[in-house]
């Protein structure tokens, strides 16, 4: 009992981090030294709350409440209390100022590393002396996992629309830095909320890393696929070939109107490139967008010949959301439902700026999905599902 008492003190401290950020130093600070003021008395003790040890030098006694002031404001601790002749006062409160400062240190640092061993066992050194095992911080480590393990592999539904993106972070990978694409799967459910169904750590966005994401997507149970929204990401037009054959497929439009600036021959010419391209994305229907379409090929086809073909061969692929009712087509034209999404990802992230494995950036992100995923299936509608029956 007392071992997964001290386990979940890593995962509340990670969870709390997560969902409020910096706001939350003061209550992780008051968690954090409640822990290690009780693990210090336990060292004291020679055994841990309720083990029976030849070795014990005397038992634990409750606790006294005791308010500190922090530069974080008053934190109310938990003092622990001994007797049987054992004298006993933790050395954290006797530090002050510095032990605030190395621990704010070290939570920074632990939330950032995602509960690595290596790093809480120092974390927990620095903070207050004592020596955590390795076997302590892994359970705390793995009692996390097990939980996040829990939500990404958990049972899926219909869902009628699916939003597919992928974005990047550094990790160290056999000696090297690696950018290691993170695969992110959004939905649509008949209800009209959104959910974040799962993600993939995987070193690149070949088709068989995104085949195998889909697939255990569907091995989890994800079904009634009538529409997907995406990037034009390498790899993944052929696993959904291969996972959702049939499926309208959307490019989106937001990254087709900046690929066709790489097109545009001339600076001057992108303003106007832009507005033709947003007056086809924004036909009334898709014969009118066809027709724009091809104006648009024609009036390039001499001056920007490169610019008339791409537009010919790619801008097709963006006309798919057409087949949605219209109060359907602004919202899923895009990938931009997961803009957000990636920045709250970011503002994390791009404090570790690298991560030591795959695993603690797994970690760290799935975390964040977590919370971010339960304000989305409490919140709003995103879509009346009402009218789904439109697509055509």
């Known amino acids: 009992m007392a071992h997964q008492q001290d386990s979940t003190v890593f995962e509340t401290v990670m969870q709390l981090l997560s969902d409020a950020g910096f706001d939350g130093f003061a209550q992780a600070f008051q968690i954090l030294v409640n822990e290690a003021m009780k693990a210090e008395r336990a060292d004291v003790l020679q055994a841990r709350p309720y083990e029976r040890t030849g070795a014990r030098r005397g038992y634990a006694n409750g606790f006294k409440p005791k308010t500190v002031a922090t530069r974080l404001g008053k934190i109310p601790l938990l003092v622990p209390q001994v007797r049987g002749g054992v004298e006993f006062y933790p050395t954290a409160l006797e530090r002050g100022v510095r032990s605030e400062r190395a621990l704010k240190l070290a939570v920074a640092e632990m939330y950032v590393q995602g509960v690595s061993t290596r790093k809480v066992t120092e974390v927990m050194e620095t903070l207050c002396g004592l020596e955590i095992s390795s076997t302590d911080v892994s359970r705390a480590a793995t009692l996390l996992d097990d939980e996040l393990t829990q939500w990404r592999t958990r049972p899926l539904g219909e869902m009628p ?32 909320k959104r959910e974040i169904l799962g993600l993939s750590v995987s070193l690149s966005e070949a088709e068989t890393h995104w085949r195998d ?30 996972r959702l054959p049939g499926v309208p497929w959307q490019r989106c439009q937001f990254h087709l109107q900046q690929n066709a600036m790489q097109y545009v021959p001339k600076v001057a010419m992108r303003k106007e490139v832009a507005a033709d391209l947003r ?26 010949p490169k610019l008339a073909e791409w537009i010919e061969t790619n801008v097709p692929e963006g006309l798919t959301v057409f087949i949605l009712s219209p109060g359907h087509r602004k919202r899923m034209r ?33 975390a964040i999905l977590v919370e971010i995923t339960e304000d989305w299936e409490t919140g709003k509608v995103y879509l009346d599902m009402t009218v789904t029956q439109e697509i055509r």
């Open 213 to 242: 994401f889909l697939a255990s997507l569907q091995d989890r149970g994800l079904h009634g696929v009538r529409y997907v929204t995406s990037d034009d990401h390498a790899g993944l037009k052929a696993a959904l070939q291969a």
């Open 161 to 192: 629309y699916l939003v597919l993106d992928a974005r990047y972070e550094k990790v160290r990978h056999a000696g090297a830095v690696v950018s290691c694409a993170v695969l992110l799967a959004v939905g649509v459910n008949p209800k009209g």
């Open 279 to 304: 007056d086809v994305f924004d036909a009334p229907d898709r014969p009118e967008a066809d027709r724009r379409l091809a104006r648009i090929v024609t009036k390039y086809r001499k001056t920007a």
């Open 334 to 366: 895009t990938t931009n439902m997961l803009e957000n999404l990636n920045k709250q990802i970011k503002r994390r992230t791009r404090v570790a700026t690298l991560f030591p494995n795959e695993p603690s950036l797994l970690r760290l992100v799935a």
